[in-house]
């Protein structure tokens, strides 16, 4: 196998400054220092693909290099000043290093025992790359990994810290990536984002009279919410958890379903996921309610759109009558789940802090235990090389997490939607997470097949919000 390489990119006349860190900024770096060395990387936002039929190299170092002028993000570093205070530091200069692994050719070579294509080895450097956590003080939050073959790049790999993008604002950099590599201009792009805030200009609002505003009746909406939710979900932990295992549902009939389900209710597809787990928590809690605590991608204000930057945020979600017939639950859900996206941008440490002083004053807060991530359509549709039929499987299990119940996130595959939840066993053990997981699956297809016996297949509003209100 030939060596691989460290090709480094110069960088300069690009945009400096420095100033405080965003909320997003803040919130992600607090939560990644508080974690153990090793699962530090676990907050690593990554990105791979095979590129066919190949991308020269020049073009594709060019278009790196184009990448840092059009996102501050890429170039930014992250330090505490002396009174602790976080800052952002954005380098007009510097080196971006690209780690370049060259496959050999196909004369003969494929019949050798050790032989690698370029999509295995990019596979297995893609995994190291986001194997390692980032020092946002003294790098870049940005890694690169190359497979060439016959000179043209024929697999690549992005790794980023989660303190420069978030889910949606990396698949924002992986089409201008695209873009610049088929030939656009960064002035075109630049153009066609606007109006996109850099993150020292989303801080700088974020300090103004209406960023305080919005922070301050966020975070009041959030608390009145905390305050009717009930105090616990699922009865306490039996034992000391243990590892916490990852289950995976994979359902080629979902996609469909789940849009048929929308179209006749008139609302997005991320609320018939959500008003599905709601159902099902409350299920299994044994409780008339669900709170759920889901991830909105706060692309609401125009300045934040298209911002390739960490913008998402954590929205506070509360069914009261999780109960129902899932029909009503699916509209009373849409409804619900509008003004958990609208009160999800946020100062989300300061919160804490008055969450923190709630509790030492005694005040009966909500569960916040459950985690919804709807992540489709965020990032290109992963391969899948699976069949038709349902499959669960348990593909890892991760240290335990203080303080969640479980964490569900959809995700969107070529030909299916998957369902990975990660659980505290001591409270969800595995059978209970494959009678939710399941159970999400038959609320849905169940209701698809009541309308499609009815005849109904009216259009989904297009005002109503969708998967792409999440990070």
């Not at 105090?231 to 034992?239: V, Y």
């Not at 003004?339 to 919160?351: E, F, I, N, Q, V």
């Not at 992540?375 to 890892?396: F, N």
């Amino acid at each position: 196998m030939t060596t691989r390489q460290l090709l480094q990119i110069a960088f300069s006349s690009g945009r400096t400054g420095s100033g405080p860190a965003t909320w997003g900024q803040r919130a992600i770096w607090d939560a990644v220092r508080q974690l153990p060395p090793a699962d530090a990387p676990r907050y690593n936002i990554a990105t791979a693909a095979p590129l066919d039929p190949g991308v020269p190299l020049p073009v594709l170092l060019t278009a790196l290099q184009q990448l840092l002028h059009l996102h501050d993000s890429l170039h930014t570093r992250l330090l505490p000043d002396e009174s602790g205070f976080l800052r952002q530091v954005v380098d007009g200069e510097g080196l971006l290093d690209v780690h370049l692994q060259p496959a050999e050719e196909h004369d003969g070579h494929e019949d050798r025992e050790d032989y690698k294509e370029p999509a295995e080895l990019g596979a297995r450097l893609h995994e190291e790359l986001a194997a390692q956590a980032f020092d946002t003080a003294t790098q870049w939050p940005l890694r690169i990994g190359a497979v060439t073959a016959g000179g043209l790049v024929r697999h690549i790999s992005l790794v980023l810290s989660h303190t420069a993008v978030d889910g949606t604002g990396m698949g924002r950099l992986v089409a201008d990536l695209s873009a610049l590599c088929l030939g656009s201009s960064p002035e075109e792009l630049a153009e066609l984002r606007a109006p996109a805030r850099q993150p020292l200009e989303e801080a700088e609002f974020q300090n103004s009279e209406r960023g305080l505003r919005r922070d301050a009746g966020a975070r009041t909406q959030f608390v009145r919410k905390l305050r009717l939710g009930p105090a616990r979900l699922f009865p306490p932990a039996a034992a000391q958890p243990g590892r916490f295992p990852n289950a995976v549902l994979r359902s080629p009939a979902l996609p469909r379903a789940v849009e048929r389900v929308a179209a006749r209710h008139r609302v997005s597809t991320g609320s018939v996921l959500l008003a599905a787990t709601a159902a099902m928590t409350a299920r299994l809690a044994g409780s008339t309610e669900a709170v759920l605590n889901v991830v909105v991608n706060n692309r609401f204000l125009p300045e934040l759109a298209n911002a390739v930057s960490v913008v998402a945020g954590d929205g506070l979600f509360h069914l009261p009558d999780a109960t129902a017939e899932f029909d009503e639950i699916v509209r009373r859900t849409h409804a619900a789940a509008i003004g958990t996206y609208r009160h999800a941008y946020y100062d989300k440490l300061a919160l804490a802090a008055e969450i923190d002083q709630l509790t030492a004053e005694g005040v009966r807060l909500a569960d916040r235990s459950c985690v919804f991530n709807d992540t489709r359509e965020l990032l290109p549709a992963t391969a899948d090389p699976g069949g038709d039929r349902t499959t669960l499987s348990w593909p890892v299990e991760f240290e335990p997490r203080p303080g969640l119940t479980y964490a569900l996130d959809a995700l969107q595959t070529a030909d299916a939607l998957s369902l990975a939840m990660t659980a505290d066993p001591s409270v969800l053990p595995r059978s209970a997470m494959e009678r939710f997981l399941y159970g999400v699956e038959e609320l849905i297809l169940t209701e698809a097949v009541t309308e499609a016996d009815a005849g109904t297949t009216p259009e989904v509003d297009p005002a109503a919000p969708g998967p792409a209100d999440h990070a």
